[in-house]
C-alpha cells in the first residue's frame, strides 16, 4: 500500500465541509465522520505545524483557561508511558491543535446545526447531556495524546523507531512554522504565545511532533503492509453485499387531510350518535383520495411522464404560496424527491420493494403506511455497486475567513499557483508547497493530497473540477468554494470506486485491531487533575 493510501476515503476537511450543503447531520453522522482508519494518522495531521498557521484560537475559550507559565507547565507531566511522557507545555500544543482542527472540520456544522457560540465560553455550552464544549475537547485531546503513547510503546518495543527520519520530519514542520512567522513579521516565541499561550517554546512544538511522528511514522508503515488481492475485496464484498449496494428512485408522499369544513361537520355536537361513523366516513374518504393520487401518479410507467406529472402536482401544491415559484424552484424540488445512493442497508417498505430481485427500471408501486400516507415510488435504477472511477487530486486549500477579505483569499491562492509554475511544476513541488501553505488540516500534511475521492464527499465546486471529461494529469486551476480558494494540482484516476470502499472498511478493520492491542498492550498513566494548559 503505497503512502497516498493513507488518505483514501479520509476526505477529513474538503469532505466534512461539503456536509453543510446537505441536510443537518445527527449526531451519530458527524461522530462516524470523526473516524480515520487510523487513530494516530488523524493524531499527526492535526498537530502539524502547517495546520495552525493563520488559525486564530477562540479568545473567549483562551481567557478563562488555567494560567501557567511555560517552566511550570513543563514541570508536570500530564500523561506518560513506560518510554515516554507529556508534559503540560507539550499537551497544551495537543490541545490546541485538537480544538482547530476540530473546528476547521465541524466548526461550522456546531455552530449552525449545534448552536456553538464562539464568542462565549466553552465551559458554559453543552456539547452533550453533562458535557460542555470544552470537556468534549479536553477528552478529544486526552484521547488522541494516549493513542500517540501506546503506539509509539508499540514502535520502540517492535524497534522500528528511525531517529533520523522522525527528526528530518520534525525539521520540515519546524521549517514551515518559522516560515510562516517570517511572513507574519513577528518571533517564534510571540507566535506561539499568540496561538499556544505563553511560555510555549520551540522546544515544546519539537517535543511533541517527535513522540507524534515516532507513533505516526509506524503506524503508517503497518497500514502500508496492509495488501488485499482483488479475490480477497471480491470475497468481503460478497460477504457484505448490503454495505455497498444501493439503488436510485424518485418518489412522492399523498398525505390523507380532511378538509376544514367535513372535520367540522362531523364534530359539532359530541352527543350526535352519527358524529363517529361520519367522521370515520370523511377519514376513509380522505384516506382513498390520497390512495388514488398515489395510484395515478404510479401509473407513469416511463420517467419523463413520471416527472412531467410530479412537476404539475408539485406546482399546483404551491399555488396558493404568498411568492409564487419559479420553474426553477419546482424544479429544485421535483429534484428534492428523487433519492440516489438509497442503501441496501436501510429497513422498511420501500427498502423491501427496491432491492426485490424482480425488480426493473420503470417499475412503480405505492407504499401505504397504514396511517394515511401512500408514496408513489418510480424505479430509476435497480441494485448497483458503485463502478465510477474515483479521482486522485493535490490541493491547497486558502479560507476566506483567515484574510481580511475574499479577494486577499483569492489572491494568496493565485500567488502560490504563480510561484510553483515559477519551478519545475512537478507533483512534488506542488506537494511540498501545500504542506507550506495550505489551511486544509485534513491533508496539508502529506501535501494536500486526496485519493480516490468519491463522488458527493466533496464540496460541488471542488468535484465538478476533478470529474471533468476534459481533466488530465498535471492539470491545475484554482476553484472557489464557500470556504475559500483552492488550488488543484489533478493527480489522476484513483481506484474504482466499490472497491476503494471496500479496502478501506477493511484496512479500518486491521488499524482498529492493531490500536486495540497497543491500548491493551501499553499502559498510559493519566491524572485529569494534573492536566493544566497555558492561557
Given at each position: 500500500m503505497g503512502k497516498g493510501q493513507r488518505n483514501k476515503a479520509i476526505n477529513n476537511t474538503v469532505a466534512a465541509e461539503t456536509e453543510t450543503k446537505k441536510k443537518p447531520l445527527k449526531e451519530w453522522q458527524i461522530r462516524e465522520k470523526r473516524k480515520t482508519r487510523n487513530k494516530v494518522i488523524a493524531i499527526v495531521l492535526a498537530v502539524a505545524i502547517v495546520a495552525v498557521a493563520g488559525v486564530l484560537i477562540f479568545k473567549s475559550y483562551r481567557d478563562e483557561l488555567r494560567a501557567s507559565g511555560g517552566d511550570s507547565l513543563r514541570e508536570v507531566t500530564a500523561l506518560s508511558s513506560d518510554h515516554f511522557s507529556v508534559n503540560n507545555a507539550m499537551f497544551t500544543y495537543f490541545f490546541m491543535n485538537t480544538l482547530n482542527a476540530e473546528m476547521s472540520t465541524y466548526g461550522q456544522i456546531y455552530q449552525q446545526y449545534y448552536g456553538l457560540d464562539t464568542n462565549k465560553s466553552f465551559k458554559e455550552q453543552n456539547y452533550s447531556d453533562g458535557v460542555t464544549w470544552y470537556q468534549h475537547f479536553l477528552d478529544g485531546a486526552v484521547s488522541r495524546v494516549k493513542g500517540v503513547l501506546?503506539?509509539?510503546?508499540?514502535?520502540?518495543?517492535?524497534?522500528?523507531?528511525?531517529?533520523?527520519?522522525?527528526?528530518?520530519?520534525?525539521?520540515?514542520?519546524?521549517?514551515?512554522?518559522?516560515?510562516?512567522?517570517?511572513?507574519?513579521?513577528?518571533?517564534v516565541d510571540e507566535y506561539l504565545a499568540a496561538n499556544f499561550g505563553k511560555g510555549i517554546k520551540e522546544q515544546d512544538i519539537r517535543d511533541a511532533l517527535r513522540l507524534a511522528f515516532i507513533a505516526s511514522s509506524y503506524s503508517e508503515s503497518l497500514q502500508d503492509a496492509l495488501n488485499y488481492s482483488d479475490e480477497e475485496i471480491e470475497s468481503y464484498f460478497n460477504e457484505n453485499a448490503s454495505d455497498y449496494t444501493f439503488c436510485d428512485y424518485i418518489s412522492y408522499t399523498f398525505k390523507a387531510e380532511l378538509d376544514e369544513d367535513s372535520a367540522t361537520t362531523t364534530t359539532t355536537a359530541a352527543s350526535d350518535e352519527t358524529s363517529d361513523s361520519a367522521l370515520d366516513q370523511a377519514t376513509q374518504e380522505a384516506y382513498d383520495k390520497a390512495k388514488q393520487e398515489a395510484e395515478k401518479l404510479a401509473g407513469n410507467k416511463d420517467e419523463d411522464s413520471f416527472r412531467a406529472a410530479l412537476t404539475e402536482i408539485i406546482t399546483k401544491a404551491h399555488e396558493n404560496d404568498e411568492t409564487a415559484k419559479t420553474e426553477g424552484e419546482i424544479?429544485?424540488?421535483?429534484?428534492?424527491?428523487?433519492?440516489?445512493?438509497?442503501?441496501?442497508?436501510?429497513?422498511?417498505?420501500?427498502?423491501e420493494w427496491c432491492f426485490d430481485e424482480a425488480r426493473a427500471v420503470g417499475d412503480t408501486t405505492v407504499i401505504d403506511d397504514g396511517e394515511g400516507s401512500y408514496t408513489a415510488v418510480f424505479m430509476l435504477r435497480t441494485a448497483y455497486r458503485h463502478e465510477y472511477v474515483t479521482k486522485d487530486v493535490r490541493h491547497m486549500l486558502f479560507k476566506t475567513s483567515s484574510y481580511s477579505s475574499a479577494e486577499e483569499a483569492e489572491k494568496a491562492a493565485e500567488e502560490a499557483l504563480a510561484e510553483w509554475e515559477k519551478g519545475d511544476k512537478t507533483e512534488d513541488s506542488f506537494a511540498a508547497l501545500a504542506k507550506e501553505k495550505s489551511e486544509?488540516?485534513?491533508?496539508?500534511?502529506?501535501?494536500?493530497?486526496?485519493?480516490?475521492?468519491?463522488?458527493?464527499?466533496?464540496?460541488?465546486?471542488?468535484?465538478?473540477?476533478?470529474?471533468?471529461?476534459?481533466?488530465?494529469?498535471?492539470?491545475?486551476?484554482?476553484?472557489?468554494?464557500?470556504?475559500?480558494?483552492?488550488?488543484?494540482?489533478?493527480?489522476?484516476?484513483?481506484?474504482?470506486?466499490?472497491?476503494?470502499?471496500?479496502?478501506n472498511t477493511m484496512v479500518n478493520a486491521a488499524m482498529a485491531d492493531y490500536d486495540k492491542e497497543f491500548s491493551d498492550t501499553y499502559k498510559v498513566n493519566y491524572d485529569s487533575t494534573l492536566i493544566a494548559i497555558s492561557e
Open positions: 501506546y503506539t509509539a510503546e508499540a514502535a520502540y518495543a517492535a524497534g522500528a523507531i528511525d531517529e533520523a527520519a522522525v527528526n528530518e520530519k520534525v525539521d520540515d514542520s519546524v521549517s514551515s512554522l518559522n516560515k510562516t512567522v517570517e511572513e507574519q513579521n513577528t518571533t424544479a429544485e424540488l421535483v429534484e428534492e424527491q428523487v433519492h440516489t445512493d438509497y442503501s441496501k442497508k436501510e429497513t422498511g417498505d420501500i427498502a486544509d488540516s485534513g491533508s496539508a500534511a502529506i501535501g494536500g493530497l486526496y485519493e480516490n475521492v468519491a463522488l458527493g464527499t466533496m464540496v460541488e465546486p471542488f468535484e465538478n473540477w476533478i470529474y471533468d471529461e476534459s481533466r488530465s494529469t498535471g492539470d491545475t486551476g484554482i476553484v472557489e468554494s464557500s470556504y475559500g480558494y483552492h488550488v488543484m494540482y489533478f493527480v489522476g484516476d484513483g481506484e474504482i470506486a466499490w472497491k476503494a470502499e471496500v479496502t
